[in-house]
């Protein structure tokens, strides 16, 4: 497995290519990025929307013709979610808090399910697992373990670590009716920002090994295989900034 020693002299070799980098070098990949972690956290929910498709919903407002409202309305929310996640990252001068979790889920069903947005479960939630269903935490519980991993978030220190525990533990939580991947894959992007790293994105090639990581750790197995895959995903992605970046690297001035 990629250790973190590893992604973080990566993260140190990416910091400086950007100080020698000419103004937006970055744009394009960061560009492409944001319609690939929106196309891919949908899909792995069921999203029928293709990546092309998904870039002309969110860049040029185009209905794609057989497709569900849902599956539209559910790009837009997405996209604009995660540009919020952007937005926050870079004001990096207090916590993370309740109110962000909550009000980063509203804008993930803002319009897709608006009578959930931002609201925590009123009613019980059960997943489909190998070993059965698997029941989550009751609407009961939900707010004071929302409490503690709040508390706990609020003080651990940002980076890839913490970014993928806060994924599992929102997940093991399942705070919200539905839009609870959703929202925990952009809380993790938005703790890996905030860390200096770049958002990630897991595909749908990825989603059987993902659930089944998710489930392993659910079940009390460990999180291993689910921090295997995030940092095998990271590595990936560091590498692609670096490529890009090398690329954009500013020219030195020709003497005449």
Request: proline share 5%; net charge negative; hydrophobic share 40%.
């Amino acid at each position: 497995m990629t250790s973190p020693e590893q992604l973080f002299v990566k993260k140190n070799e990416l910091d400086q290519l950007k100080r020698n980098m000419v103004a937006g070098g970055l744009d394009g990949l960061e560009h492409a990025q944001r319609i690939d972690i929106t196309y891919t956290s949908n899909a792995i929910e069921g999203n029928t929307l293709t990546a092309g498709e998904t870039a002309l919903v969110i860049e040029k407002g185009i209905t794609v013709g057989g497709k569900p409202l849902k599956d539209h309305l559910e790009a837009i929310d997405h996209a604009r979610a995660l540009d919020w996640v952007v937005e926050i990252s870079a004001d990096g001068s207090g916590p993370i808090t309740e109110a962000d979790i909550r009000n980063l889920h509203h804008l993930v069903v803002a319009q897709s399910k608006p009578e959930i947005a931002g609201r925590y479960a009123d009613r019980a939630r059960y997943v489909n697992t190998d070993a059965g269903a698997h029941h989550f935490p009751s609407p009961a519980e939900v707010v004071a373990l929302m409490g503690d991993f709040c508390r706990w978030l609020g003080q651990a220190k940002n980076s890839p670590e913490t970014a993928f525990r806060a994924h599992r533990q929102l997940v093991r939580i399942h705070p919200f009716n539905d839009g609870n991947g959703r929202t925990a894959r952009l809380l993790m992007n938005l703790v890996l920002l905030r860390a200096g790293y770049p958002p990630i994105a897991i595909r749908p090639e990825d989603r059987p090994a993902y659930i089944a990581a998710l489930e392993e750790e659910q079940r009390g197995g460990g999180h291993e295989a689910f921090d295997k895959m995030m940092y095998r995903r990271l590595d990936q992605t560091l590498d692609l900034y670096i490529d890009a970046a090398r690329q954009a690297r500013a020219q030195p001035v020709s003497k005449s």
